[in-house]
């Protein structure tokens, strides 16, 4: 039973310590999540109808919209 407790407390520090390390606040880091956590796209270039015009506008109709990336198909 006390190992328990104590690995319980150690995590409970670890997670606070954690917690007051973050540079960014909970409700700063849902305004503007980093790159990696952000919606990404499933990108179907069926039979290789595609353009590079095609492309850039995609693709910058993605960052417009705040997305973090595809995965073309």
Request: proline share 3%; hydrophobic share 50%.
């Amino acid at each position: 039973m006390k190992c328990r407790s104590a690995l319980f407390f150690l995590a409970a520090l670890m997670l606070t310590l954690a917690a007051r390390a973050a540079d960014v606040s909970l409700d700063d880091g849902w305004k503007d999540p980093p790159v990696e956590a952000r919606l990404r796209a499933y990108w179907w270039w069926l039979n290789g109808n595609v353009t590079t015009n095609a492309i850039t506008k995609d693709l910058e109709a993605m960052k417009a919209q705040g997305m973090g990336g595809g995965l073309i198909f």
